[in-house]
């Protein structure tokens, strides 16, 4: 490639994993980093503050996965990449803008929406997406600051990574949250919540669930809570699939947990014994694993949920899933479906509404007839849909670079008109946008650990942070430390 005389100008749409390992995907490349090629990346996000789903989309009480942050962090960092936030695409910039301001657009806006539960009963009032959840507790701005939390009994549908963030939320006491970022209005609805029991059903078996040894161990460490198995959900298993199971290190890891409360449970009701925690405390609340359990309809009355039936189920000859026949019902007050994600259209992009993908050939944004638009990509969630993690997107970003960086070596990619860094800044402030930088995050970043630093947990100690869930103050505090002149 010969040397650029401008800097190649790309524009990133969302800045969770899949927008920033996008972005850094380029810079690493060789032509890059030896100087052949230029580039010039803004990274935009329709949040104030950045990491997408990082931030909105993962339990607080999960360090392991927030600690991402750490590595997001460090990347936008350095500079080199510039954050603008709090400018959502169709609203505040057009498809014809990022034409006219970039080279190319890489769209990697994840997948925020619920997928479909289509079973009769699931719209009745009581019965709610995990994904509207998640985003409740997390603190997201554009959700409303209360939960109704008067079910006592509470179905989780599903045996996924969402499914156990949600049980878990819900199993645990409001105090023990105070040790993450909830935002206060989450502690409060929390504690004032009516549940004592949480149910969470799986359509296979033990062996089949997509939890990891940690997390399924993790699932009786709140306080006050008996994990309640079914023996029948492990008597079932066959002797194939035992064989299966103990070749498979992670997986006879997650099933022997299950085995070994199935155990406890069946011991204290021998001896008589009065249910406890692990620690031995007093049982408040009850986590009821259900697994061979395929949802058939949520039961109602008077337009609110009251229970749900099943279907049990059992692997056939071949290893397929079949129905027994058998129909259980529970009596439940609400009903949260976690059987994953879908991502959302975006005005002018070409989209897969089966799938909730933006039409693709590795990265390269198709039409309906699968011609390639030039320009423009995609990366992460909305690519290849809602499966796999931070690994898997990682390689999402080298396919979809390479595509990128392809196309930019073969001359095939329009040129913008407005070369200029700071014409889109011009663009939104004539549009009136309020838009966020690195510097604002920065500063949002302090104040709510400040904030936390301020408060205590439930063991007297100051917290590490208190989200901030109003977009206003979050705009207020970013925009205060961007205008804030520059020291002499």
Known sequence: MSSSQQSFRLAVIGSGPAGVYAAET???????????????IDLFDRFPAPFGLIRYGVAPDHPRIKGIITALQRILGRGDIRFLGDVDFGTDLTLEDLRRHYDAVIFATGAVKDAGLDVPGIELDGSHGAADFVAWYD???????????????????????????????LSKSADELLRTEIPDNVHEGLQAAATTDVHIFGRRGPAQTKFSPLEARE??????????????????????????????????????????????????????????????????????????HRPVEVLGEGGKVTGMRFERTRLDAEGNLEGTGEMVDYDLGAVYRAVGYHGSELPGIPYDARRGV????????????????????????IKRGPVGLIGATKSDALETIASLVEDIESGSLPSAVEREDDAILRLLDDRGVQYTTWDGWTALDEHEKSRGAAALDADGEPRTRIKVVEREEMVRVSRDAMNQPSPA
Do not use: C
């Open 26 to 40: 380029l810079l690493k490349n060789k032509q890059v980093k030896n100087g052949e090629l230029e580039v010039s």
């Open 139 to 169: 603190g997201n701005p554009d959700y409303p600051r209360t939960w109704e939390l008067d079910a006592e009994k509470v179905a989780v549908i599903g045996n996924g990574n969402v499914a156990l963030d949600v049980a878990r939320v």
């Open 219 to 292: 699932l009786a460490h709140p306080e006050g809570l008996q994990v309640v198995m079914d023996p029948r959900d492990v008597e079932q298993i066959t002797e194939a699939e035992w064989e299966a199971i103990t070749a498979d290190r992670r997986t006879s890891q997650v099933v022997q947990t299950f085995v070994g409360w199935l155990e406890e449970q069946q011991r204290r009701e021998a001896a008589g014994e009065e249910p406890t925690d692990r620690e031995g405390n007093p049982v408040r609340r009850r986590l009821h694993m259900h697994f061979w």
């Open 358 to 381: 933006i039409t693709n050939v590795a990265g390269r944004v198709t039409g309906a007839d699968g011609t390639v638009l030039p320009g423009l990509y995609a990366n992460g969630w």
